[in-house]
Every structure is written in C-alpha cells, then in structure tokens.
Nanobody, 116 residues
Framework: QVQIVDSGGGLVQPGGSLKLSCALSGGNFHMFDVDWYRQVPGKEREFLATITHFDRPNYTATLKGRFTISRDTAKKAVYLQMNNLEPEDTANYSC??????????WGQGTQVTVAS
C-alpha cells in the first residue's frame, strides 16, 4: 500500500528558511513524478513545483527562485527547500506522487507559518 508522509513545516520568521520532506513508502519511487502544492483556507490549491522521475525540476514563475525541489532515491523522498520566506508563503503544503498509470497519492500536508 502506497503511503506518503509530509513533514518539515513549522513557524519561521520572515526571511527564514525551511526544508519540507515528502516520503514514500510501499511503492516504486523511481516511477513517480512528484509535485508540491500549497493551499490557504478559502483559496484554491496552488501548484509550486514538480520533479520528474528522471530528476528534472520545474517551477511556477511566481516563486522567483526562492524554492528548490529535489529528490533522494535512497531515502525515497522529495524535498522542497524554501528560502527567504515571506508572510504570504503561509499555507498548508502537500505533495502529490503521480504514477504513469494515472494513479496519484497525496501526503497529509504540513503547515508552514511565516510570522515575526
């Protein structure tokens, strides 16, 4: 059974950094493309970044280079390094593992709060 666990969120001051983790269990990590999203209550979920199963990243332009997505095959995990955080980055962050079959699996989400 495929399970996804998001972690790494927390409270950080403006200008600070966090590294989110999205770990897979029960599946073949090599086959998945993985996306990071975030959502603020009352707003639509926002796509942030994706990394393909052959390690090619892509980002939404609004991040302005502040976030970096990466994957670690040995740990079966995908990361989102977030730098120079702003209060507007406050949201619940979650990842989505997409399988070539069309199945996809979501993590439970991890809350990021940027405040002084």
């Amino acid at each position: 059974q495929v399970q996804i666990v998001d972690s790494g969120g927390g409270l950080v001051q403006p200008g600070g950094s966090l590294k989110l983790s999205c770990a897979l269990s029960g599946g073949n990590f090599h086959m998945f493309d993985v996306d990071w999203y975030r959502q603020v209550p009352g707003k639509e979920r926002e796509f942030l970044a994706t990394i393909t199963h052959f390690d090619r990243p892509n980002y939404t332009a609004t991040l302005k280079g502040r976030f970096t997505i990466s994957r670690d095959t040995a740990k079966k995990a995908v990361y989102l390094q977030m730098n120079n955080l702003e209060p507007e980055d406050t949201a619940n962050y979650s990842c989505n593992y997409r399988h070539p079959s069309g199945d996809h699996y979501w993590g439970q989400g991890t809350q990021v709060t940027v405040a002084s």
